[in-house]
């Protein structure tokens, strides 16, 4: 059985071990100071001894398409020329890093975000199919508001040829590997959801019409960016509410994995996942202090609307808590599945928290461990996770790292209790080299 210490190829590129930092909103834009932010928020993973990196999804477009406030948008040479100051500093302590590639599709500001709609009145959001009645219902309610482009044939390969643009970009800046946001409801996900996608054209219908989006994404960056390692994540609508009779089921997931890998992506990432951006991305308690904080209350009623319409999502994130509890490693069983299925690195996500579970979870369910949240809660935990016996993450899933980020706020731990402990730890030397 493979140790997290060993290291592990992926494509054509050798990581220096089995553990990764896996993709966090970073919300550092697209400014002056954005490569400085950067740095400051990767580069103590790498320092730390982490194998490898995944910058948080950015935008392959120049418009449209940010799913939360901040996202930084790689569709210019020069800015992201700038971005191998990072590269180079992440390299610099023998780890890889992979840019994560997203559009939101529906999952978009234009649709939900209330303050960001009122500046940006003309702008509609990419579809692909007309939105399902659900989400119509919500849109007659006003709590959300849709105004979508459904894609043409031309404009779906006009959109797989920015994503290849993109990486071509990334691999010019000195990215190791290009990771595709194919989950959390994104518009990879919508391609590949029969909730979502009900196309009559040659990217709709079967199983594997659907994933033809992302064989023309993956073709485009293979001849933009050439022999780049491509890894994706392969969503299992699972958690879809029982109003929602179509959605991507566990052998669906399967099968689109075999497929991908038969395409030569060169890592799978399987998540068990909802039709709808809810707590079953980011299980775990309801976060009572980022929702009561008076500092964040402003920005939460520009988000959705009034003071009221927030407490409202607050009651409705509530009720989501309940339903998706902490539950670590809530994907290995589906990984396993998958890495019984295919011949390239799984990689496993969602609830680790102990290096004992993930010792057990290497060689069975996935080849590759990652961590999200915990990186907010400690930015150098590699050095534990490498270098302790019995360590745990101190992270408690509480999510008050990730609510204000509907507001524009920084990911960063805002608990006492673990940010008490963090210094404990910092003071008996757990994070040094």
Known sequence: MPTLEESVAIGGHEVANRLYRAPLLECAGNGPDTVDRLIAGLEPAAAAGAGLLFQGATIVRGEGG??????????????????????????????????????????????????????????????????????RALDRLGLLSLSPRVLSTDEVRELAADFGRAAARAVDAGYDGIHLAGANMGIIQQFLSP?????????GGSRSKRARFL??????????????????????????????????????????????????????????????????IVRGKYPDRAWTHEGFQDGYAEAFGSRRRARAVALLNRLQARRFPTDPGWNADLCRRVREAVDVPVLMEGGLRERAHIDRLLGDACDLAGMARPFYAEPRLPARLLGEDGAAA????????????VTGADGVCRTPAVLERRGELERQGAYEE
């Open 195 to 203: 909730f979502y996608n009900r196309r009559t054209d040659a990217f």
């Open 66 to 135: 940010c799913a939360a406030p901040g996202m930084t948008r790689v569709h210019d040479d020069a800015f992201v020329n700038q971005l191998s100051r990072l590269t180079d500093r992440i390299h610099d302590h023998g780890a890889s890093i992979f840019l994560q590639l997203e559009h939101g599709g529906l999952r978009s500001m234009e649709t939900w975000h209330a303050g960001y709609r009122e500046t940006h009145p003309d702008r509609r959001q990419l579809a692909v199919s007309r939105p399902p009645w659900q989400l």
């Open 215 to 280: 064989e023309l994404v993956h073709d485009e960056i293979r001849a933009r960016a050439g022999d780049i390692p491509l890894v994706t994540k392969i969503p299992a609508e699972t958690a879809a509410p029982r109003v929602v009779r179509r959605h991507l089921d566990d052998e669906d997931a399967v099968a689109i994995a075999r497929l991908l890998a038969d395409i030569g992506f060169d890592g799978l990432v399987p998540v068990r996942t909802s039709t709808f951006w809810d707590m079953s």
């Open 394 to 405: 101190i992270c408690e899933s509480c999510n008050n790292c990730t609510v204000p980020q």
